[in-house]
Nanobody, 114 residues
Framework: VRVVESGGGLVQAGDSLRLSCAVS????????ITWFRQAPGKEREFVAT???????YYHDSVKGRFTISRDNDENTAYLQMDSLKPEDTAVYYC?????????WGRGTQVTVSR
């Protein structure tokens, strides 16, 4: 399983970004995708997840601002991030999981300035 994130960058507070998570080597539609993030000096935390069924769940801190989605034809999941805040600054990681098997990407940096 290969997981590759992209789309990070430096933006201002209030701006938007869309992260992508490309998964290869597996039948993507069967896998759950979760976004995590890790800010400097903090532990990695859950952001959002989307199951193979399409059900989604979000951390309270991003509800109403972030949207997770998937395109099974493109083997890619997305994290649309709107109304970004400085506290959203972190390295964002994509995790692909099917039962006990999982794989992580290397992360993409998101920096939100005031």
């Amino acid at each position: 399983v290969r997981v590759v994130e992209s789309g990070g960058g430096l933006v201002q507070a209030g701006d938007s970004l869309r992260l992508s998570c490309a998964v290869s080597g597996v039948t993507f539609s069967k896998w759950g995708i979760t976004w995590f993030r890790q800010a400097p000096g903090k532990e990695r935390e859950f952001v959002a997840t989307i199951y193979s069924s399409g059900s989604t769940y979000y951390h309270d801190s991003v509800k109403g601002r972030f949207t997770i989605s998937r395109d099974n034809d493109e083997n890619t999941a997305y994290l649309q991030m709107d109304s970004l805040k400085p506290e959203d600054t972190a390295v964002y990681y994509c995790n692909a999981r099917l039962s006990s098997e999982q794989s992580w990407g290397r992360g993409t940096q998101v920096t939100v300035s005031r």
